[in-house]
C-alpha cells in the first residue's frame, strides 16, 4: 500500500495479550499537520461505532440514520465521528491514507485505523483486509449466506471503538460513544471491561438481530468469563452481543415511541423484553428523520424530471420512466411500488398473495429489494404471472430507488413490525402515498386516510390492521377507490409532501439525551416512562 505522507512509528500502548489485549503503534511523522486542531472541535465530540453508513456502505435504514444524523447534530455543537469498518465499497472511496493507529493484534488480526472525510461525514476507519476485504455484503457473502466469522469482524470493531473511547488516540477523546445494533453492541461491554467510564448511547434499530452466538467464543472475543452472566452477555445459554449492550448502555433509543413501547412486550421483544422492562427508566423512543436535502423531488438529479407540490404533473414524466425502466405496460391505473427487504418481517410474503387485487383492476407493481430466497421466489413467480403489469428485481442501487418514488403512485409496507421505516418518509416527500400496516413506526408517521381525517385534511396515506393478508387486501381496495377520485388522491399527495420529517426535531432530542449524560444528570423514572409509554 502507498501511504499519502511519509511515517514513522514508536511502539505504544502495549497491553497483556492474554486478554486479547492489543499491541498498538501510533504514527508520529504525519508531514500534513496535526489531525486534531485546538479549537475545531464543537462543544460535544461524539465517537460513532456503526457496521454501516450511507454514502459509503448500506442495506438498509440504519446506514441512512448513521450517514444523516451527524450533519443534523452540528447546530447544536456536536461534532461526530464515524468508526466503521473498511469494506471494499469504504476504502476506494476514501483512498490512501496513513495509519493513525496500527493495532498488532486486535483479536489475532492487524488492522490500520485510519482518518478521512468524504462530504459532510468525519470518519474512522478500521482497516483489516482479512476480515473485510470480501465478495458479499458487509453481513453475507456473495451466496447470500452468512459470513462464517461476523462475530469476530464486528467484535474486532467493538474492540477499537472501546480502544478509541478510551484515549488511544492522544489529544481526542469523545464525550459520547454512539453505538447501533448488534454489530457495535459489545463496544459498551469492553468499554466496562477496561474501566472507561464515557456514557453510551446504544440505538436499536431492530431488536430482531441480535447477534447470538456460541458461548464457547468468548475467549477469542477478548473477554471475561464474567462476562458470561445474566446481566451481560449471558442469552440462553449463548452469547447475545446486543444484550450486553443494553446491559452495559448509559441510554437506549429505539427509533420510534410506539415501538419502545411494542418491545417491552412479549410479542415484539424478541426474548430480551425482560431485560428491557429491568432498564425501562433508561429506553426512550425518538422517531428518524430523513436527509431532505438528498431526498427533496425538487432537486433530485437521480430522477428525470424535478417536481414540487405545486407541479405535481410534472411526476408523470418519472411515473413514464419508471415503467420502462421495468419494462412494464404504460396505462392510466396506479403504480404500487415496495422497496425493501424482502423478509417475512416487511410482510413482503402478503403483498405477493394480494398482487391480483392490483393487477386486475388495472395497476402494477414493481418490487425492488432483496432478502430471504423463498419470498423473492414466490415474488418472482407472482410476477411471472403478470408479464408487463408486475416486475420483481432482486438488489438495491440507490439511483433506482428514487427513481421508484417519484415514479410510483403508492408504496406499500406490511411490514409485520417495524422499529421506525425511513421508505414511507421519502414517499411522502415525494407526493407517493403510502399503504403500512398499523405497527411501530409507521403507526406515527401515517395518518390514515379515514373520513375524519379525510375531513380534517390530514390524512397522508392508509394503515391497516390487523396484520394480516386480509388486512392488506382491504387497504389496497382503500387506495385503489381513493386513486379513482383524482381530486381526493392530489389532497393526499399534497398533505403528505408537506409533513416534516427532518432530522430536526429528532436531532435536538439526541442532543438532549447527549447532555445529560455528559452533565451527569439523569432522566426521572416518573419523566422517562412518560417519555416511553
Not at 474512522?124 to 476480515?131: A, C, K, Q
Not at 431492530?206 to 449471558?234: I, K, R, V
Request: aromatic content about 8%; glycine content about 10%.
Amino acid at each position: 500500500m502507498t501511504f499519502n505522507a511519509p511515517v514513522t512509528f514508536e511502539q505504544a500502548g502495549f497491553r497483556d495479550k492474554a486478554r486479547g489485549a492489543i499491541v498498538a503503534r501510533k504514527n508520529v511523522g504525519r508531514t500534513s499537520g496535526q489531525l486534531f486542531r485546538k479549537g475545531e472541535m464543537q462543544s460535544m465530540r461524539v465517537l460513532s461505532v456503526t457496521s454501516e453508513v450511507f454514502p459509503l456502505i448500506k442495506t438498509g435504514g440504519l446506514a441512512d440514520v448513521t450517514g444523516s444524523l451527524p450533519k443534523a447534530l452540528l447546530p447544536f455543537g456536536i461534532e461526530t465521528t464515524t468508526l466503521v469498518p473498511g469494506y471494499p465499497a469504504v476504502m476506494r472511496e476514501i483512498g490512501n491514507h496513513v495509519p493513525l493507529l496500527v493495532f498488532e493484534d486486535l483479536l489475532g488480526e492487524r488492522a490500520s485505523l485510519l482518518h478521512s472525510k468524504v462530504g459532510d461525514l468525519d470518519l474512522f476507519v478500521l482497516d483489516i483486509p482479512t476480515l473485510y476485504d470480501r465478495p458479499g455484503g458487509p453481513y453475507v457473502d456473495a451466496s447470500g449466506n452468512d459470513h462464517a466469522d461476523n462475530w469476530k469482524r464486528f467484535a474486532a470493531l467493538s474492540l477499537a471503538g472501546a480502544e478509541i473511547a478510551g484515549g488511544i488516540l492522544p489529544g481526542w477523546l469523545p464525550d459520547i460513544v454512539h453505538t447501533h445494533d448488534w454489530q457495535s453492541a459489545l463496544t459498551s461491554v469492553y468499554m466496562r471491561e477496561k474501566g472507561c467510564k464515557t456514557p453510551v448511547v446504544l440505538t436499536i434499530h431492530n431488536l430482531a438481530f441480535q447477534g447470538q452466538y456460541a458461548a464457547d467464543l468468548l475467549p477469542f472475543m477478548g473477554l471475561p468469563a464474567s462476562t458470561m452472566s445474566m446481566d451481560c452477555l449471558e442469552y440462553f445459554g449463548d452469547i447475545s452481543t446486543l444484550k450486553g449492550g443494553l446491559q452495559t448502555a448509559d441510554a437506549i433509543i429505539t427509533v420510534s415511541p410506539t415501538y419502545a413501547r411494542e418491545i417491552l412486550t412479549p410479542r415484539f421483544g424478541m426474548g430480551l423484553d425482560g431485560v428491557l422492562n429491568e432498564r425501562v427508566t433508561i429506553l426512550r423512543g425518538i422517531v428518524n428523520g430523513i436527509d431532505m436535502d438528498i431526498w427533496d423531488p425538487a432537486t433530485d438529479e437521480h430522477i428525470p424530471q424535478t417536481y414540487d407540490s405545486t407541479s405535481l404533473r410534472r411526476k408523470r414524466a418519472n411515473r413514464n420512466a419508471l415503467l420502462d425502466h421495468f419494462d412494464l405496460d404504460r396505462g392510466d391505473g396506479p403504480i404500487f411500488s415496495a422497496v425493501s427487504r424482502l423478509t417475512w418481517q416487511k410482510g413482503m410474503d402478503m403483498l405477493a398473495d394480494t398482487a391480483d387485487e392490483v393487477i386486475f383492476k388495472g395497476g402494477r407493481i414493481i418490487v425492488f429489494g432483496q432478502g430471504d430466497h423463498d419470498i423473492e421466489q414466490k415474488l418472482l413467480e407472482t410476477a411471472a404471472r403478470f408479464p408487463g403489469r408486475m416486475a420483481v428485481h432482486i438488489g438495491y442501487g440507490e439511483p433506482t430507488a428514487h427513481l421508484i418514488h417519484a415514479g410510483s403512485d403508492a408504496i406499500v409496507q406490511p411490514s409485520r413490525f417495524e422499529p421506525c421505516g425511513l421508505t414511507q418518509l421519502y414517499a411522502l416527500r415525494y407526493g407517493c402515498v403510502p399503504v403500512v400496516s398499523r405497527t411501530g413506526g409507521l403507526s406515527e408517521t401515517i395518518i390514515d386516510a379515514n373520513d375524519a381525517a379525510i375531513s380534517a385534511r390530514v390524512a397522508t396515506g392508509f394503515q391497516f390492521h390487523p396484520v394480516n393478508t386480509d388486512g392488506l387486501r382491504l387497504a389496497l381496495r382503500r387506495t385503489l377507490d381513493a386513486y379513482a377520485d383524482p381530486r381526493s388522491w392530489a389532497r393526499l399527495q399534497n398533505q403528505g409532501m408537506k409533513t416534516k420529517f427532518s432530522w430536526e426535531r429528532s436531532a435536538e432530542q439526541y442532543a438532549n439525551v447527549y447532555n445529560s449524560l455528559v452533565r451527569g444528570t439523569t432522566t426521572s423514572d416518573n419523566n422517562t416512562r412518560r417519555q416511553v409509554y
